[in-house]
């Protein structure tokens, strides 16, 4: 039997109906500015650490039970690479 990558992973995110990944900015109050990571299927934790090990000074929460990741600040374009960068 193969054992591919996709059965190890431990979480994926799917894409929205345009085929985009859910990384969206939020803004609230004026100047609070913060990006979202939605329809995170799996462990949230997992994929937190590791988007923690690659880019360390982020500064992210997992939200539970929607399983979706708020970052502070605009950090869209470089998460969405990111994702990219490893087939999502």
């Known amino acids: 039997m193969k054992i591919t990558s996709k059965a190890l992973q431990l979480y994926s995110i799917a894409r ?3 085929n985009n990944l859910p990384v969206y900015t939020e ?3 004026g100047n ?3 990006t ?3 329809k995170v299927e799996g462990d949230g934790k997992s994929l937190k650490q590791d988007i923690l ?3 360390p000074y982020l500064d992210i929460k997992l ?4 399983n979706q990741l708020y970052i502070n600040g605009d950090h869209s374009r470089q998460l ?3 994702l990219e ?3 999502f």
């Open 80 to 82: 969405r690479q990111w």
């Open 36 to 38: 979202i990571i939605r």
């Open 85 to 87: 960068s490893r087939h």
């Open 63 to 66: 939200k539970l039970p929607k």
């Open 53 to 55: 090990t690659d880019i």
């Open 27 to 29: 803004y609230k109050r």
């Open 16 to 18: 929205s109906r345009t």
């Open 32 to 34: 609070q500015i913060s």
